[in-house]
């Protein structure tokens, strides 16, 4: 195994919950005991083939079937390109909204993540149509892309929820903040408007400065929001903003965690995080 495959063991283990969902049950409840609820994820994207999206579909049933009989504190979070948007439009709308049915009986919010760029658009389109029947989902707007703030404010407007990120992927200036800065600054502007305008987000950051002004501002407008964090990383922030704070922890589980992980280790400023939070903890 090469050096780089050790690591990603490593890494894996730390903040992916295992192979299988009896792992991430077992995980959860874990994670529960400490009074942080959990963003469970069975790991899959890019899907092309029906085939596939309708095992990754099985999967995410028996997830929220095992959440509900086990009582798992918690919501679950899909991704648009697991469950069918590659194939066609209409194909992901039918696939979310089985979900969200069963996800709905059982009480359980169902989030759906942000991928790149060219599927924002119909991610955040599918969203606003079925949140206004389903009312247990809410959405990812990433923070570095320029247009965020237009999108937090047309989701706020239609009483939706979002759970705000930096984001993950890379993108050209033409469409997204390269500067840290700059990234921050709209990050900023989006919880703003979120503060005084929404009255149920997620703020998913381990930014010590973000999360400080978001308990303040919690405070000045009288709202109770939820905090997100990732499974391994800032563990100790995470345990201390839970005790007063509801604080999730986003716990991804799944076959494909190698893939995953390396993917993650290739961006530079995440793999600091995870590198950092192995030895800190
Ligand atoms: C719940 C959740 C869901 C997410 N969903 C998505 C999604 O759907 N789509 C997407 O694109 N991205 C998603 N992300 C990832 C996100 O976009 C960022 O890549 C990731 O959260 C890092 O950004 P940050 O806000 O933590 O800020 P960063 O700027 O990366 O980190 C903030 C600062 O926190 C400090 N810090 C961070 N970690 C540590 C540590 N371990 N020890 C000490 N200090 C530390 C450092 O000072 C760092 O500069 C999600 C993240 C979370 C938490």
Not at 76 to 102: D, R
Not at 181 to 197: I, T
Not at 214 to 225: G, L, M, T, V
Not at 233 to 244: D, H, W
Request: aromatic share 10%; proline share 1%; glycine share 4%.
């Amino acid at each position: 195994m090469s050096v780089i495959d050790s690591l990603g063991m490593l890494v894996a283990r730390k903040w992916i919950a295992g192979e299988d969902l009896q792992h991430a049950i077992q995980e959860a409840k874990r994670i529960n005991s400490h009074k942080e609820s959990v963003i469970m994820n069975y790991l899959g994207e890019d899907l092309k083939s029906k085939k596939l999206v309708e095992q990754n579909m099985d999967q995410i049933m028996q997830l929220l079937d095992q959440m509900h009989s086990k009582k798992i504190k918690g919501s679950i979070a899909v991704k648009p390109t697991q469950t069918g948007l590659i194939v066609s439009t209409s194909y992901f709308e039918k696939n979310y909204s089985m979900i969200l049915a069963k996800a709905s009986r059982y009480d359980i919010t169902v989030w759906l993540d942000m991928e790149q760029y060219r599927f924002v658009p119909s991610t955040i389109n599918t969203y606003l149509k079925f949140h206004k029947r389903y009312k247990n989902t809410g959405v990812c707007i990433q923070a570095k892309l320029k247009r965020s703030l237009k999108d937090v404010e047309r989701i706020a407007k239609h009483n939706g929820m979002v759970r705000l990120v930096k984001g993950a992927y890379k993108y050209p200036s033409t469409i997204a903040f390269q500067d840290k800065r700059d990234v921050y600054n709209n990050y900023l502007r989006c919880m703003a408007y979120l503060f005084s305008h929404a009255d149920k987000f997620m703020i998913a950051s381990h930014d010590d400065k973000i999360i400080k002004i978001a308990i303040n501002s919690e405070k000045k407008y009288h709202k109770r929001i939820s905090f997100g964090m990732l499974k391994g990383v800032r563990s100790s922030l995470a345990a201390k903003i839970a005790e007063s704070e509801d604080m999730n922890i986003y716990l991804p589980y799944g076959e494909e965690w190698i893939k995953y992980s390396m993917r993650r280790l290739s961006e530079w400023e995440h793999t600091k995080i995870i590198i950092r939070s192995i030895i800190q903890g």
